[in-house]
Every structure is written in C-alpha cells, then in structure tokens.
C-alpha cells in the first residue's frame, strides 16, 4: 500500500519569505500522481499544485512550486513570497490510477506579519 | 463552473440515529468521493461511485453506505450514529472520462456531523 509523510507538524515562516514543506511517499509505481492540497481554517480542501509522476519539469502554479525527486520518492512544495492567506493546512497527497487519494498528515504552516 | 457543492454544512445528531449528507459535483464530472476528515485518523477514504457504481471503497463499517444518482450526485447514509462518527465529511469530484481516472480530484466545502 501506498503511504505519504510529512515530517513537519508544524512551520512558521515570515510575510514575504520563502518556506519549504516535505513530504515523502512509498510506492512501487512507476506511473501516479502527486498534489498539494490547502485547507484553511475554513476547512475547503483547495488543489495547490499536481505533478505527473512521468513528467520531469517541476510543476510551478504562481508563487508555488515543487521539487520532485522521483528516485528519492519526494515532494516538497516551496512557497515564494509568502502571504498572510497562505495560513493553512498544507496535505500533500497521492493517487495511481482509479485508486483513491492516499494523504498525509498534513503540516500546520502560519505566516507571520 | 460551479464547483463542488455538500449540503447541510453542519449537522448535530444523536446516538443512534441516521443521516444523510449530499453531494453534488462540479458539471460533467462523473467519479464522486468521500472522505473523512477527524483530528486523530487523518483524512480517511470511504468510498467512490462513478456512474451509479461503488468503484472504490475504504475501511468503514457496514453502517457507512453510499449512492450515486444518474446525475452524478451522491448521497452517503451513516446509520445508528456512535460519537466517533464525528468528523469533518468532505466530498470530492473528478472528471473521469470514460472510465478512465482524471487524477485531479476537486473537494466541496465539506460537511461537518457533532453526534451528541
């Protein structure tokens, strides 16, 4: 079974910065993807960024981008110019075919003024 | 388009009772999910429909059963309701032509369930 993990409960990072979440996943796939969900305090789940796993450019979405290692089996989401709307729950998540969403933990991200 | 919409958003039962939660997805999406969201499991996976049948389904008890209309809307149905059931209930849609799995899965707002 698939499993994804983010290590990082909880960041904190300053209004304007740059700030960095990890998430690593397990699969024996060679075909899947991968997304970054953000769900603020209002709890709607809001899709980030997705990567196809057979694409090697990082996809980037604005202000957000990835750093996929397929090898390495990791998914990091950087986020550039942080902004106060940026504090959220941040779940990277992971999906092969039909099968379902499979997600992490999550990490708890505050931007501070 | 009109994205993901779940009705009631918040909803206060009993044990023991029943409830139903709704789903409608974005227009033209076919492949409906559910999952639920507690503070201590995580975000947990309940079941799929897509054209009117169970795809997919998750770890759940009997008491957890789901439905989807020729419409694509989908209904899941919890019976004899115990404390535990108290979660965030999100459902999410995907485009899925033909069978096939459109990866990319759009969640509605979310329907929040107190069981006293």
């Known amino acids: 079974a698939q499993t994804v993990t983010q290590s990082q409960p909880e960041m904190s990072v300053q209004e304007a910065e740059t700030v960095t979440l990890s998430c690593t996943y397990d699969t024996s796939e060679n075909n899947y993807y991968l997304f970054w969900y953000k769900q603020p305090p209002s709890r709607q789940m809001i899709l980030v960024i997705r990567q196809e796993a057979y694409k090697q450019q990082n996809a980037t979405e604005n202000r957000f981008s990835v750093n996929f290692q397929k090898a390495a089996k990791s998914f990091s989401l950087k986020i550039s110019d942080s902004q106060l709307g940026d504090t959220a729950m941040y779940f990277c998540a992971f999906r092969r075919g039909n099968t379902p969403l499979v997600f992490g933990k999550g990490t708890r991200l505050s931007v501070i003024a | 388009k009109a994205g993901v919409t779940q009705t009631p958003r918040y909803l206060i039962k009993t044990r023991g009772q029943q409830v139903t939660l709704s789903c409608s997805p974005i227009?033209?999406?076919?492949?409906v999910s559910w999952y639920q969201q507690t503070p201590g499991q995580g975000l947990q996976f309940l079941f799929e429909y897509f054209s009117e049948t169970q795809r997919n389904k998750g770890n759940f008890p009997g008491r957890f059963s789901g439905r989807q209309f020729s419409n694509s809307r989908s209904e899941m149905n919890v019976s004899t309701l115990e404390l535990g059931d108290s979660a965030l209930y999100l459902c999410a849609s995907s485009f899925s032509p033909g069978g096939r799995s459109q990866e990319t899965q759009y969640f509605g707002p979310g329907t929040r369930l107190l069981v006293l």
């Open positions: 227009s033209g999406h076919r492949s």
